[in-house]
């Protein structure tokens, strides 16, 4: 079956990096799109950013473009989210999902996920 599981969570000071990384298995990696999600105490998950199956479309939530950078290497069946200038609003436990196309949908979910990791930024 299909697995995803998220590592490369902590706790960093704000202004701080961390790369988080999604291995995959159970299916063709590269066949699939791939997100981040994440879900801070008391609030809705929500949409991070997500990539193509080839990697050639990127898109990402405002709050998070041009800190963080979503990447994927098919060859590893790994994902990755790279999160750079972090502040207290970024902590959350974040998720990886997969879809069910290569490319990114508009409307439907992910249906696969992870486990999620624990991002926590202090002031």
């Known amino acids: 079956q299909v697995q995803l599981v998220e590592s490369g969570g902590g706790l960093v000071q704000a202004g701080g990096s961390l790369r988080l990384s999604c291995a995959a298995s159970?299916?063709?990696?590269?066949?699939?799109?791939m997100g981040w999600f994440r879900q801070a105490p008391g609030k809705e998950r929500e949409f991070v950013a997500a990539?193509?199956?080839?990697?050639?479309?990127?898109y990402y939530a405002d709050s998070v473009r041009g800190r963080f950078t979503i990447s994927r290497d098919n060859a590893k069946n790994t994902g990755y989210l790279q999160m750079n200038s972090l502040n207290p609003g970024d902590t959350a436990v974040y998720y990886c999902?997969?879809?069910?196309?290569?490319?990114?949908?508009?409307?439907?979910?992910?249906?696969?996920w992870g486990q999620g990791t624990q991002v926590t930024v202090s002031s």
């Open positions: 990539i193509s199956g080839s990697g050639g479309v990127i």
């Open positions: 159970g299916r063709t990696f590269e066949w699939y799109a």
């Open positions: 999902a997969t879809y069910e196309t290569a490319v990114v949908p508009t409307r439907t979910p992910p249906n696969y």
